[in-house]
């Protein structure tokens, strides 16, 4: 039997018919219910509704905890996620149903707008992950990021002996390559996937370019020069598109984690404030 290809699709989308059915059943209690005066989160309805969706965002909350726990038992993690993505976006339309829909310039909205931040971040990192790795296993070619930067210093020392013997220039040419070429760097570096002023770059540039009239021996370094650099080139590229998929990973989580603890953090208060008032 052939299990489900992702999490989206954990027994047979069990926590999509879960969402559905919860999403269900608040509809209809918030339709049948008609207080006195008139629908509000302060009604039972509404304290109830309340109830459901604060419970769920501090269980999704456990999720952080739940992954990192290679020894907890009970549901794999595949559905910890799956639950996750589904039952935190059923959220979008539980927290107005328990509000009635009134929001305003207040903490429980803010702790809405932070909640639906966490939403929209949560589902960019649900596209990130079903796509990215698929990238960035083609992009390496089954060759391990190690591999490549290992490969990047071997270049280097050939390089540095196919220079030896040629003109000043060529061992110039072989410095900039090595001493100028950047892999990483800033966040913002990285998601670029490119280095406009890129070492390697600019000295098979100036190598290409060269006006020096070699011959023999000293024209066929030349060409094994030129070859290795451009060969490191694109290694090089090849390194950074990695660097930009791992990093395009690593971004929704600086929203997403951050925002979540905000949401947390607004949601306690919002409740204080229900009951101190109340």
Not at 57 to 74: E, S
Not at 163 to 168: K, T, V
Not at 191 to 206: I, M, N, Q, Y
């Amino acid at each position: 039997m052939i299990g489900p290809r992702t999490f989206l699709e954990y027994r047979s989308y069990l926590y999509l018919k879960v969402a559905i059915v919860v999403l269900f059943a608040s509809l209809v209690a918030y339709v049948l219910d008609e207080p006195a005066g008139g629908r509000s989160g302060s009604s039972w309805t509404g304290y109830a509704l309340g109830t459901v969706a604060a419970g769920t965002i501090f269980w999704l909350m456990w999720l952080g905890v739940r992954k990192r726990d290679y020894r907890a038992t009970g549901a794999p993690l595949k559905g910890w996620v799956s639950a996750h993505v589904y039952l935190g976006t059923a959220l979008l339309f539980l927290v107005p149903l328990h509000s009635a829909f009134e929001f305003g310039m207040n903490v429980h909205t803010l702790a809405y707008v932070l909640m639906c931040v966490v939403i929209a971040s949560g589902i960019l990192g649900v596209a990130f992950y079903a796509l990215v790795p698929t990238s960035m296993t083609r992009n390496r070619n089954n060759i391990t990021l190690d591999a490549m930067l290992e490969r990047i210093a071997e270049i280097d020392g050939e390089c540095r002996l196919a220079a030896a013997g040629l003109p000043d220039y060529y061992a110039r040419a072989v410095v900039t390559s090595i001493d100028q070429t950047r892999i990483g760097g800033s966040l913002r570096a990285q998601l670029s996937g490119v280095d406009a002023d890129c070492g390697t770059s600019r000295a098979l540039k100036s190598l290409r370019l060269s006006e020096i009239d070699l011959e023999g021996d000293g024209k066929a370094q030349e060409r094994k020069l030129i070859e290795l650099i451009a060969r490191k080139e694109l290694l090089l590229k090849q390194i950074r598109r990695d660097l930009r998929y791992k990093a395009l990973l690593d971004l929704w989580l600086i929203v997403h984690v951050p925002f979540a603890f905000a949401t947390c953090a607004a949601l306690l208060v919002h409740v204080f404030v229900v009951f101190w008032y109340h």
